[in-house]
């Protein structure tokens, strides 16, 4: 059973205005911390992974207002163009050459394209790396294949790089993890390809390595229900501005049969950490928007560098894979419990815009 949007923010203690306003600040020393989407039930079980339910972990950041300000507010203008007419008209689908799908005016700065398999949406792919520079070679889903692709905005690298630092005691113990699976079976070539691939993107920091951003539509439109690629194996959602419903196929320990589809609606400042690379989702844009036009998004995922092996890898669903991905929920549910999982401060992020900077 779905729950209604003000049942579940009740139920993550999130009390929220009736528009689409931020919701009420909470207390400082909860003001960072992801939670679990359903407390009672903190591992979801959805797709299946090696025969079995894959386990996994959908937690939530409380809205920072400050937060979403600052990224929306980013001095290069990755999101102050005009909108596109493009984006307001009934666009049900198109077949045409790839410079037609060329964003126009400011947004071509920044590489934003029409989405070919919803032309409704502007994509535009980037990294999150600072190592990586201007321009980086990564593996972009969508186009199935390794492409060129923009640095990110500064402060939207600054986010991502401070999420990464105030969280290192977690992705260390990922990667450890990763080596112990690797030392149990060292002759078993396929197993040892696949873990020795994350590892070695732990190491390069190319976890949300990887940005999708999304732009639109104001109107309602529904995205066709499915599961990521294994670059979504750890995957950092962002709103940034109006609102959009995500449903997930998964179930908790206490869900019975009519509660396998989880909901919950974004408005701006809403973070998730999860991994849709395990479980069936569907998103919908609703047509009531903040006021300010569309619906902007940032999907922030796995960056694999070399093609052979992101093709490999993106539909794998082993048995091998199936033991990452329990380490994956284990690791991210303990931290979350111990209260560990947080966002950085806008301090934080600050600090680290200020860092990179003099880096460059």
């Not at 579940?8 to 679990?36: C, E």
Request: proline share 6%.
């Amino acid at each position: 059973m779905a729950f209604g949007r003000r049942r579940l923010l009740r139920r993550l203690g999130v009390w929220a205005a009736l528009g689409l306003g931020f919701a009420r600040a909470p207390s400082f020393s909860q003001s960072r911390v992801l939670q679990h989407l359903l407390p009672k039930s903190p591992v979801l079980r959805g797709a299946k992974v090696g025969g079995e339910d894959a386990p996994s972990v959908f937690l939530l950041a409380p809205p920072s207002e400050h937060l979403t300000k600052y990224l929306l507010e980013d001095p290069s203008e990755p999101f102050g163009a005009e909108w596109p007419e493009r984006l307001f008209g009934e666009v049900e689908g198109r077949n045409e050459p790839d410079e037609a799908d060329q964003a126009p005016g400011k947004w071509q700065k920044w590489d934003f394209h029409f989405s070919k398999r919803e032309p409704f949406l502007l994509k535009a792919d980037w990294h999150s790396v600072p190592r990586w520079g201007d321009r980086y070679e990564i593996f972009v889903p969508r186009k199935n294949a390794v492409a060129e692709v923009v640095k990110a905005p500064n402060r939207t690298m600054a986010l991502l790089e401070a999420f990464r630092a105030v969280n290192e005691a977690v992705w260390q113990r990922m990667a450890r993890g990763l080596r112990e699976l690797l030392a149990e079976k060292p002759d078993d070539i396929l197993r040892c390809r696949l873990l020795t691939l994350l590892i070695e993107h732990f190491e390069e920091r190319g976890f949300f390595g990887a940005i999708e951003a999304q732009a639109g539509p104001p109107g309602h439109k529904e995205m066709h229900w499915h599961k990521d690629g294994a670059t979504g194996l750890l995957h950092l959602g962002i709103t940034l501005s109006g609102r959009r419903r995500l449903q997930l196929r998964a179930w908790g320990e206490t869900s019975d049969e009519e509660s396998w589809t989880q909901e919950l609606w974004m408005a701006p400042g809403h973070i998730y950490l999860s991994s849709p690379f395990l479980f069936e989702h569907g998103i919908t844009y609703s047509g009531e928007g903040s006021g300010k036009g569309p619906t902007l998004a940032l999907m922030c995922r796995f960056g694999f560098l070399d093609e052979e092996k992101a093709l490999w890898v993106n539909h794998l669903r082993s048995r091998d894979m199936l033991e990452v991905a329990q380490l994956f929920c284990q690791t991210l549910r303990e931290a979350a419990d111990a209260k560990e999982l947080k966002m950085p401060s806008l301090a934080e992020v600050k600090r680290t815009e200020k860092r990179l900077a003099k880096e460059r």
